[in-house]
């Protein structure tokens, strides 16, 4: 009997391009779908072309056809969280078609989802007013932001190390600084771009062959992100246009946390200068500053509430019982309350500080490169170096000096040992007292021997 004839929608052909070059077989493919091998060959030898419908959006039709309209140096952004309307069949037909055949390869372990966002670092409560409503593109985009690039695994037993994409290539605030505790990478308009995007995903797939494993990395289809060939440990896979608000995990609570715990770490800064009667306009916070606190942020983020964003996607319909135990950092107390039970003279009500929480969810994230754009930004990238200093507003990051660091960790590790009943901290403190403890001593040494070689 002849195989039936089917018209695939451009979701599954993406699938099915995807796991032919993951290694499974025409012919296994032909009769899962129950169509003949020259259908599987047909849609592989048409890759170029249903990547490019796939890409700009054409998943609605089962057939594909040719647009009329020509793209002349056309930069179109994506917007953090997805605003546009959601397309409800096409959510449901990538769950019900596409989702089960990936979903069926990979454990909860393996399956990830990464999404970018953009982040004003410096704003406090009494700016997001004059931000509401406002897309954030082109000229209206305040100098003092950054994007990061968020994934975690279903489980949420793996965060990935965050991206954070800044608009200086050697900030003056790093000068001192020997590592950081994410990836740090630059262009003049501090968004994703389809470089930056190809040498994260690169670099992800190089270090997972090293430990023999492979994934399955879920994206939206925006157009700095686009598929990547050669690649060995990195199943990508794309979720049709218009339903990443649904079907993107991380839009579902991860990024909100994230930037919930950033902005919470932020005001209480600014408390401590009103505390210690200092000056507001003395308190400067740099790009550097920004990492930091968003690394402690990330840190915040629960492997529970990781997996129940999957959940909440209908991508994991497993029930988990997590343990009563687990160390959960995170809290749900608004943040105006979190305020106000610290009797400070920040006056804000509850509106504002939701306002201030998402007040950057509509800022341009992403570009999509084109051949001007590609110049644009090349001439941008030489300008942008140039004008490194003016970018961090000639601040320069004050190191402390081993013997400050010391002295700090001495007093630190007192009010933990003395005033915290958590064990878990108590021997994390320690570790650090440790370190901060050899590397002084050590440090001590080499002075004491390079001085002696002068005697």
């Known amino acids: 009997m002849a195989p039936n004839r089917r018209a695939f929608t451009i979701e599954e052909k993406g699938a099915i391009i995807c796991r032919l070059e993951n290694g499974e077989s025409n012919a296994a493919l032909a009769k899962e779908f129950g169509v003949g091998h020259s259908t599987i060959s047909m849609i592989l030898k048409n ?19 040719e647009s009329t309209q020509k793209r002349h140096s056309i930069v179109v952004g994506k917007i953090s969280g997805e605003s546009a309307a959601v397309d409800k069949t096409s959510v ?28 004003f670092y410096k704003m406090m409560p009494d700016r997001t007013l004059k931000f509401k409503g406002e897309t954030c593109t082109g000229g209206k985009m305040p100098k003092d932001r950054i994007t990061m690039m968020v994934a975690a695994n279903m489980s949420g037993t ?64 925006c157009p700095a992100h686009s598929q990547i060939s050669g690649l060995k440990s990195i199943t990508l896979a794309f979720l049709p246009a218009n339903t990443t ?30 505390e210690a009667n200092e000056d507001l306009s003395t308190m400067k916070v740099t790009v550097l500053d920004a990492i930091l606190l968003a690394y402690d942020a990330w840190n915040k ?4 509430t990781i ?23 995170e809290d749900d107390v608004p943040l105006a309350l979190w305020v106000k039970d610290l009797n400070c003279n920040l006056q804000v009500s509850d509106e504002m500080w939701n306002n201030y929480v998402n007040v950057d969810k509509s800022v341009v994230s992403t570009q999509e490169t ?38 700090a960790a001495d007093l630190l590790s007192h009010f933990v040992h003395s005033s915290l009943d958590s064990d878990s901290i108590k021997s ?27 005697l």
């Not at 609570?253 to 932020?266: A, D, P, Y």
């Not at 983020?301 to 529970?304: C, E, P, V, Y």
């Not at 997996?307 to 950092?329: Q, W």
């Open 47 to 65: 890759k170029d072309r249903i990547e490019k419908s796939f890409n700009s959006n054409a998943l609605k039709s089962k057939r594909v056809r």
């Open 92 to 119: 449901t037909n990538w769950l019900t078609t596409v989702w089960p055949n990936l979903r069926q390869r990979f454990a909860d372990d393996k399956i990830f989802n990464a999404d970018e966002t953009g982040l």
């Open 158 to 221: 793996v965060k990935k190390k965050l991206l954070v994409i800044g608009k200086a290539k050697q900030p003056r605030c790093f000068k001192g600084v020997k590592s950081l505790p994410v990836d740090y990478t630059h262009n003049s308009k501090a968004w994703m771009t389809l470089s930056v995007y190809e040498k994260w995903i690169r670099d992800w797939d190089n270090e997972l062959i090293k430990k023999n494993k492979k994934i399955l990395l879920l994206v939206d289809n």
């Open 245 to 274: 608000s649904i079907l993107q995990p991380m839009d579902q609570g991860v990024i909100h946390g994230l930037k919930s715990h950033f902005r919470k770490n932020l005001v209480l800064r600014t408390l401590e200068h009103l």
């Open 301 to 304: 983020i629960s492997q529970k």
């Open 307 to 329: 997996y129940n964003c999957f959940k909440h996607a209908g991508l994991n319909e497993n029930i988990r019982n997590f343990p009563s135990s687990e160390d959960v950092t």
């Open 370 to 407: 084109t051949v001007d754009t590609i110049v644009q930004d090349v001439i941008n990238e030489q300008q942008s170096e140039e004008d490194d200093e003016e970018i961090e507003e000639n601040t320069v990051s004050e190191i402390p000096t081993v013997t400050e660091a010391l002295k």
């Open 428 to 454: 994390s403190m320690s570790k650090v007292h440790n370190a901060i403890r050899n590397h002084f001593y050590s440090h001590k040494v080499q002075r004491q021997t390079k001085m002696s070689a002068f």
